[in-house]
C-alpha cells in the first residue's frame, strides 16, 4: 500500500511556486494555500484587485483541501433545521443560498480556467442506512419549503439499481452537486490566481505577523518579510500559531479516506452511478467512483490522526459492511487528513477591524463554503461589501483545547451509539 495519498499520486504537473525571499510589499497578503486562501486571491483577482500575494507553508493544497472526499454541494457542517432554528427564515435562507451560488461558481471556475480536475457533475446521493424512510421525507420537504431547493426521491427499487447492496433503504438525489479531484482543483486554482497578477509562494512558513501602524509586517522563517495593508488568515486545521485568539477557536479534527485498486468491469457491478454518494448516520460512510475504476471511500471523524495502514483496516471494514462482495479488493492508497470544526459548526469569517481577517472552521463541508468565504472577503476588501457579517454570529468560540478534544470524542461516540441502537431496534 502507498504511504502517499491517491491524490498525490495522480495530481497534474504544474509549475512550482518559488519560496518567499527578500523584503516586499503588497496589499493584501494571504496566508494558507488551501481552498479557502486560493479563493480569497482568486476572487480578488475577480474584483480587480492584483496586489496579493499568497504564502503556503507546503506544497500547495497539503491539507485538508488536498485530502478530502472531492464532494462539491450546498451547505454547511450545521444541518439546515438548526440553521433555520438559530437564524430564522430568511437569514437562513442567504446564507445557504450563498453555498448554492458557490457550486455554479466552482463549476464556472473549472471550465473558465481550464482546471483538468475530473469534474464529475452528476449528482450527489443521500442514501438511508434505516429502514423508516421519516429523516429523508423531513429533509426533503425541509429544502423545499424552506429554502427553494428539490431534492428528488429515490425509491428502493431505484436505489438497487444504482447501488448494489442491501444495506440502504430509499434515498434523495441532489442534482446540484459533483465531485472532483481536489488536489488538481487547487493547484489549478492558484495556477489561475498567479496567472491574473497574484504572487504565490510554497514552502513559505509565516513565523509572525505584527500590526506596526497602519500596515502588517509578515515575516517567513526562511526570512522573507511582506508589508501588507491587509493579511488573511486561512490556515483551517493546520494551525499557523500567528493568532492566539484565531487558533483557539478551532478544532483540528481529523478525517480518513482511502482508494482500492482499479476494480474494472466489478466497480460498476457495486457502485452503478457516476453519483456520490453519503448516507444518513451522523458518522457517515461517502463514497464515490474514480474514472480509472478505482473507488474512493471516506468516512469517521477522531481526534487521532491514524496512520495509513490503521485508515485502511477501519475504512475496508466499513466498505465491507455495505459491499461484501469486495472482500478480495485491495486497498493501495490510504490517508488522513486534518479539518477545522468550531464549536458552533459554522464557518468563521471575520475581522479584528486592524486588517486581520479570517477564514477557518468548514467542518468537512469545505468546497461551497471556502468559495463563499473568498467571496465575502474579497468584496469587503475591493467594495465594501458587508455581507461577510452574516456570519458575525458565528464568532471566534474558544474551543477549550485540549478539553475539546476529549468533548468532541465523547459527543461523536455518543452519536454514534444512537445510530448503532436505532440499527439494532430496526433488526
Known amino acids: 500500500m502507498s504511504t502517499t495519498s491517491y491524490y498525490q499520486a495522480t495530481v497534474k504537473p504544474c509549475p512550482a511556486h518559488a519560496p518567499l525571499t527578500g523584503s516586499h510589499d503588497t ?29 503556503e507553508a507546503e506544497d500547495i493544497g497539503f491539507g485538508a483541501s488536498g485530502r478530502n472526499g472531492g464532494f462539491v454541494f450546498a451547505g454547511y457542517s450545521l444541518g439546515e433545521a438548526e440553521l433555520l432554528q438559530r437564524l430564522g427564515r430568511e437569514r437562513a435562507r442567504r446564507l445557504f443560498a450563498l453555498t448554492v451560488d458557490a457550486v455554479q461558481t466552482i463549476r464556472s471556475r473549472i471550465h473558465r480556467h481550464g482546471i483538468d480536475c475530473d469534474p464529475v457533475d452528476h449528482g450527489v446521493i443521500w442514501a438511508n442506512w434505516f429502514r423508516d424512510p421519516g429523516v429523508l421525507r423531513r429533509r426533503q420537504r425541509l429544502l423545499a419549503e424552506q429554502f427553494d431547493v428539490t431534492w428528488d426521491w429515490l425509491s428502493h427499487a431505484n436505489m438497487a439499481e444504482r447501488l448494489h447492496t442491501d444495506r440502504y433503504g430509499e434515498g434523495l438525489f441532489e442534482r446540484n452537486a459533483m465531485h472532483i479531484h481536489p488536489l488538481n482543483y487547487a493547484r489549478g486554482l492558484a495556477a489561475a490566481a498567479a496567472g491574473e497578477g497574484v504572487h504565490v ?22 526570512g522573507g518579510i511582506l508589508r501588507a495593508r491587509h493579511v488573511v488568515l486561512a490556515c483551517g486545521g493546520y494551525l499557523a500559531g500567528l493568532n492566539k485568539r484565531v487558533d483557539r477557536a478551532v478544532l483540528p479534527i481529523a478525517t480518513y ?15 452503478a452511478t457516476p453519483a456520490a454518494v453519503y448516507d444518513t448516520r451522523f458518522a457517515f460512510d461517502y463514497y464515490r467512483t474514480l474514472p480509472d475504476t478505482r473507488l474512493l471511500w471516506g468516512g469517521r471523524i477522531s481526534v487521532l490522526d491514524r496512520s495509513p495502514r490503521a485508515v485502511k483496516r477501519l475504512l475496508r471494514n466499513d466498505m465491507l459492511r455495505v459491499y461484501p462482495q469486495l472482500a478480495d479488493a485491495q486497498i493501495e492508497y490510504a490517508w488522513s487528513g486534518l479539518m477545522s470544526y468550531a464549536r458552533h459548526e459554522m464557518p468563521q469569517i471575520g475581522t479584528d477591524g486592524n486588517g486581520l481577517w479570517w477564514a477557518q472552521a468548514f467542518g468537512g ?47 461523536y461516540g455518543w452519536l454514534q451509539l444512537k445510530d448503532r441502537l436505532k440499527e439494532v431496534l430496526e433488526a
Open 27 to 55: 496589499r493584501i497578503a494571504i496566508i494558507g494555500g488551501g481552498f479557502a486562501g486560493l479563493n480569497t486571491a482568486l476572487s480578488l483577482t475577480e474584483k480587480g484587485m492584483h496586489d496579493v500575494t499568497l504564502l
Open 201 to 222: 509562494h510554497e514552502h513559505s512558513r509565516v513565523q509572525s505577523i505584527q500590526h506596526d501602524g497602519s500596515q502588517w509586517l509578515v515575516r517567513t522563517v526562511h
Open 257 to 271: 479516506v482511502m482508494v482500492t485498486e482499479p476494480l474494472g468491469a466489478r466497480l460498476t457491478d457495486t457502485v
Open 365 to 411: 463541508h469545505g468546497l461551497a463554503p471556502t468559495t463563499v468565504a473568498g467571496e465575502l472577503i474579497a468584496g469587503a476588501l475591493t467594495e465594501n461589501d458587508g455581507r461577510w457579517r452574516e456570519f458575525a454570529g458565528f464568532g471566534l468560540v474558544d474551543s477549550w483545547r485540549p478539553l475539546g478534544y476529549l468533548g468532541a470524542q465523547a459527543r
